[in-house]
């Protein structure tokens, strides 16, 4: 029974090789995936946490703070509009006139002539 195969040789026994030679090629780059993926998450938290120490030492307002001082701002903004037409309301009740201001003459520009 020379050409019966029992599944302990011949072409059958090739097939196991090559599937633990690709079994195992496929586990080495499973795990050289995992630790690419490892590598690139170590990376980025890394390089966040840089980041964040850089920025604290530039000294940027959180956002919040900028806000706030934004709408005081505002705040402010609109109420010395309103000071200032009470100013002039009672200015022109009592018949206080606000001098002119004298605007400062304007500079000539010097000409520039080309240097040969």
Known sequence: MA???DGLGGKDMDMQTDNRILDGM??????????????????????????????????????????AVKAMAAK????????????????????IVEPKTTRPAKKKKASRKAVN
């Open 3 to 5: 050409g019966i195969r």
């Open 76 to 95: 402010a903004r609109t109420e010395n509009d309103k000071l200032n037409q009470r100013v002039v309301a009672l200015e022109a009740k009592l018949g």
């Open 26 to 67: 496929a586990r080495f780059f499973t795990n050289a995936a995992g630790a690419a993926q490892a590598f690139k998450d170590e990376m980025e938290t890394m390089m966040k946490a840089r980041m964040e120490r850089m920025i604290a030492k530039l000294d940027f307002v959180p956002r919040e703070e900028f806000d």
